[in-house]
């Protein structure tokens, strides 16, 4: 699985909610401080369950940019992180625009 840019802050944030779950081996890759890659194994069987990779070694860039330069219709979008339907409208079932 990749991920864009998770060699940098999300990787972090990935990792603080992996860290310390019983049973299962974490192993990292790191280049320059930062993790490029994590493969969570089961740490009796070696079985690998997820490989998570950071993309931006592959694609050099923002993803906007590259959309933009291939002329793809589909553009990526900016996610709404403050946007909090409970406030706009009681309940989690909002439906419209954002």
């Known amino acids: 699985m990749y991920f864009h840019n998770w060699a940098g802050y999300d990787s972090i ?3 603080a909610a ?3 779950v019983e049973g299962y081996k974490f192993v990292p890759i790191v280049r320059d401080g930062k993790v490029i890659s994590l ?3 089961d740490s009796k ?3 690998t369950y997820l490989t998570i990779k ?3 070694k592959l694609i050099p860039g923002a993803l906007g940019k590259l959309a933009k330069e291939f002329g793809c219709d589909t553009r990526k979008g900016e996610f709404p992180h403050y946007f909090h339907p409970i406030e706009q409208t009681g309940s989690m079932n909002y439906i419209g625009r954002v």
Request: charge should be neutral.
């Open 54 to 56: 950071d993309s931006m």
């Open 13 to 15: 944030l990935s990792l």
């Open 39 to 41: 493969t969570i194994q």
């Open 18 to 20: 992996l860290v310390g």
């Open 45 to 47: 069987t070696k079985t």
